[in-house]
């Protein structure tokens, strides 16, 4: 098994975020929520929403399956090294 020595970056960090944000965008998008209804049926802040989708906001696991209960998605870990398949995992 090899183990990273170096901490990823704030940039690669930004760069995650932001991918989950347009992410989940996209799934709102698809089901025909606007933020705002998103928001009430989360009981979160729009503005929560809104800085999600834009990679401004640190999302918790929990938001993680809020977002795939109520947008109707599944979280998957994929390994970045696609030769070792046995490290992936489908929640």
């Known amino acids: 098994m090899t183990r ?3 901490k990823p970056n704030p940039e690669y960090l930004k760069e995650y975020r932001q991918r ?13 929520y606007s933020q705002d209804e ?10 929560t929403i809104s800085k999600i989708e834009n990679g401004k906001f640190s999302i918790s696991i ?13 979280i998957v870990l994929l390994s970045r090294n696609k030769q070792a398949k046995q490290n992936s995992v489908a929640i």
Do not use: C, P, Q
Not at 62 to 74: A, N, P, Q, S, T
């Open 4 to 6: 990273m020595k170096t």
């Open 20 to 32: 989950i944000g347009e992410s989940i965008r996209e799934s709102r998008e698809k089901r025909g």
């Open 62 to 74: 929990d938001y993680i399956v809020k977002f795939g209960w109520y947008l109707d998605f599944d």
């Open 38 to 47: 998103l928001a009430e049926i989360m009981e979160v802040n729009r503005s």
